[in-house]
C-alpha cells in the first residue's frame, strides 16, 4: 500500500512536470513540436518558461560590417536585410505579431549576404566552456610553477581532482600512444581538447545548457586541429608510408598510393562525425523519448498519456544519466584517438626494418 | 522520393547491426582476456575502446549516408 502511494505521488509529480513541458514546448498556436528546431543553432539564448535573451547580428557584407542589436531590432529596422528561411517558432515580435525565428538572413533581392558572423547559442556556450578552461587551468599551471604539487603535495580539492585527470591524460594518454620521445611536447594540446571538449558536453546536460559539441562546425573545427597537428609534426616516415609504402612490391604501391591519401582525411573526418553524432544524438533521443508521451495523447487519448509518462520519465532520466557517461568517454576519445593519430604520425621507424 | 525513407531506415537499421556484432565481439574478447589475465584488464580496456570507437566511425558513416537519402 505504501509503496503504491509512493508510485501514484511519483506519477503525478512527472506528470505535472510533463504537462508544464508539454504548454512550454507547444508554444502558443502551433500544436506541434519542432524537433530539429531544439537541436539546431539558434540566435537566441533559450530560457524559455521564464525569458529569452536574443543575442546580436553581426553580418558582413559588401566590405563592411553590419551590427544589429538583436535579430528583432534587424527586421524591424534593416534597410539592407531581410529573413528567409522559417525553421523554428521564436521569441521574436515584429510589426506587433509574432514571428518565426530568422533562421537565415538575406539581402532584400533574396541573394545571401557575404559572410553572417552572427552570435548563436552554440557558440556562446563554447565561449563559456573556453573561459572555463581558462580560469581553471591558469591559477592551477601558476600553482604548479610556484612548487605546491611539485616540491609538496598538491593542496586543496581543487588541485587534487584536476591533478588526477592531468596525470591520467599524460601518462595512460599521451606516453603510451605518442612514445617518451615526443610526448611533451603534445600533452598541453591533448589536455587542452580533452577538458575543453568535456566542459562543452556536459554544458549539454545543465538546465537550459546546450552542448557546443552537438554542431557539426564546432566539432569540425576541432578535428580540423587535429589533423593539422598530425601533418605539420609528420615525420619523414609518414610521407614514405603515404606516398611509397615501404617493403611490398612495386604494383602494391600503386594499389596503396590512393588508399592511404584517402585514410589521411578519414581519420579527421571520422572523428569530427563521431563527436558531432554521439552529442546530437543524445539531445535527439530524449526529445523523442517525451515526444512519445504526446503520441501517447493522440492515439489512445490524455488519461493514457498521463499514466503512463512517469515510465518515459524514467527513461529520458536513464537517457540523461546515459549521455553525462557519453559526454566523458567521447571527451575522452577523442583524446586518445588524436594521440594515436599523432603518435602514427610522428613515429620514427628508422630503427626498426622493413616496416 | 518515399523510397528513399524506406532506404534511409533500412539503411540505418543494418548499419546498427553491422556496429553492434562489431563491439560486441570486442566486448566478448576483452572480457575473456581481461578474466584470464585481470592484471592486464587497464591496458585491455583502452584497447577495446579504441577499437570500439572505431567501428563506430564505420556505423556513424553509414548513419550520414542514411540521413543525407532522409533529407534528400
Known amino acids: 500500500m505504501k509503496q503504491f502511494l509512493r508510485f501514484l505521488l511519483l506519477t503525478l509529480v512527472f ?188 554544458f549539454g546536460l545543465m538546465p537550459w545548457g546546450v552542448s557546443s559539441t552537438a554542431d557539426i562546425t564546432v566539432t569540425a573545427a576541432l578535428a580540423l586541429f587535429t ?33 592511404e591519401l584517402i585514410g589521411l582525411f578519414t581519420k579527421p573526418f571520422a572523428l569530427c562525425i563521431r563527436l558531432f553524432a554521439n552529442m546530437a ?4 533521443l530524449i526529445l523523442s523519448i517525451l515526444g512519445t508521451i504526446f503520441i501517447f495523447a493522440d492515439l489512445f487519448g490524455s488519461g493514457v498519456a498521463y499514466g503512463t509518462s512517469w515510465f518515459w520519465v524514467f527513461l529520458t532520466l536513464f537517457i540523461y544519466l546515459i549521455k553525462a557517461l557519453v559526454g566523458f568517454i567521447q571527451a575522452y576519445v577523442f583524446t586518445i584517438l588524436s594521440a594515436l593519430f599523432i603518435g602514427m604520425a610522428t613515429a620514427d621507424h628508422s630503427d626498426e626494418h622493413g616496416h | 522520393m518515399e523510397l528513399a525513407y524506406l532506404a534511409a531506415g533500412f539503411g540505418a537499421g543494418i548499419t546498427t547491426i553491422g556496429a553492434a556484432v562489431g563491439i560486441g565481439m570486442i566486448g566478448k574478447s576483452a572480457m575473456e582476456g581481461s578474466a584470464r589475465q585481470p592484471e592486464a584488464s587497464g591496458d585491455i580496456r583502452t584497447s577495446m575502446l579504441i577499437s570500439a570507437a572505431f567501428i563506430e566511425g564505420v556505423a556513424l558513416f553509414g548513419q550520414v549516408v542514411c540521413i543525407v537519402l532522409a533529407l534528400k
Open chain 1, 227 to 259: 589533423f593539422s597537428a598530425t601533418q605539420i609534426f609528420a615525420s619523414k616516415d609518414h610521407w614514405k608510408h603515404v606516398f611509397w609504402f615501404p617493403g611490398v612490391p612495386v604494383p602494391i604501391k600503386f594499389i596503396l598510393l590512393p588508399v
Open chain 1, 15 to 202: 506528470s505535472t512536470g510533463v504537462a508544464v513541458v508539454s504548454n512550454a514546448e507547444t508554444g502558443g498556436d502551433e500544436n506541434r513540436i519542432d524537433l530539429i528546431g531544439k537541436v539546431v543553432d539558434k540566435y537566441y539564448l533559450d530560457f524559455k518558461p521564464l525569458t529569452t535573451i536574443e543575442l546580436p547580428r553581426l553580418i558582413y557584407d559588401n566590405g563592411n560590417f553590419h551590427v544589429y542589436r538583436s535579430t528583432t531590432s534587424l527586421l524591424n529596422e534593416s534597410e539592407i536585410f531581410t529573413d528567409a528561411a522559417y525553421l523554428d517558432t521564436g521569441p521574436f515580435i515584429v510589426d506587433g505579431r509574432k514571428k518565426p525565428v530568422t533562421y537565415k538572413i538575406v539581402r532584400l533581392d533574396g541573394s545571401s549576404p557575404q559572410f553572417d558572423f552572427s552570435i548563436t547559442n552554440h557558440l556562446v556556450f563554447f565561449w563559456l566552456a573556453a573561459l572555463l578552461t581558462f580560469l581553471i587551468f591558469i591559477p592551477l599551471s601558476r600553482k604548479y610553477r610556484q612548487g605546491i604539487g611539485r616540491s609538496t603535495e598538491p593542496r586543496g580539492p581543487f588541485q587534487n581532482i584536476f591533478e588526477t585527470l592531468v596525470i591520467f591524460i599524460r601518462d595512460e594518454i599521451a606516453l603510451q600512444n605518442i612514445g617518451a620521445k615526443k610526448y611533451q611536447l603534445f600533452t598541453p594540446y591533448l589536455l587542452t581538447v580533452f577538458f575543453f571538449i568535456l566542459f562543452m558536453n556536459f
Open chain 1, 281 to 284: 544524438s543524445g539531445k535527439i
